[in-house]
Nanobody, 115 residues
């Protein structure tokens, strides 16, 4: 049984920072890539960014220069450092990973940016 568990969401003011974590557990032989998606109210789920086991990253244009994805392969954990947060970043953030060739999603964590 493979599980992805996110943590780190919350309420912040515009301009502040937040760091999300997503830890994978279970019978894992290969986990690549890992990434983050988000879904705002009334909108479709969209890609935030991904990272390969070798550290290659890919970001949505809307977060480039503000968000950074990293991973710890030994801990099977991916991180999302979010800086200069804007109200339009408000969404449920989901972790996604391809584990042993199958896609898995986390349960989601709420990020709210509001003054």
């Amino acid at each position: 049984q493979v599980q992805l568990v996110e943590s780190g969401g919350g309420l912040v003011q515009p301009g502040e920072s937040l760091r999300l974590s997503c830890a994978a557990s279970g019978s894992i032989f290969r986990i690549n890539p890992m990434g983050w998606y988000r879904q705002a109210p009334g909108k479709e789920r969209e890609l935030v960014g991904t990272i390969t086991s070798g550290g290659n990253t890919n970001y949505a244009d809307s977060v480039k220069g503000r968000f950074t994805i990293s991973r710890d392969n030994a801990k099977k954990t991916v991180y999302l450092q979010m800086n200069s947060l804007k109200p339009e970043d408000t969404a449920v953030y989901y972790c996604k990973a391809l584990v042993n060739g199958r896609p898995y999603w986390g349960q989601g964590t709420q990020v709210t940016v509001s003054s």
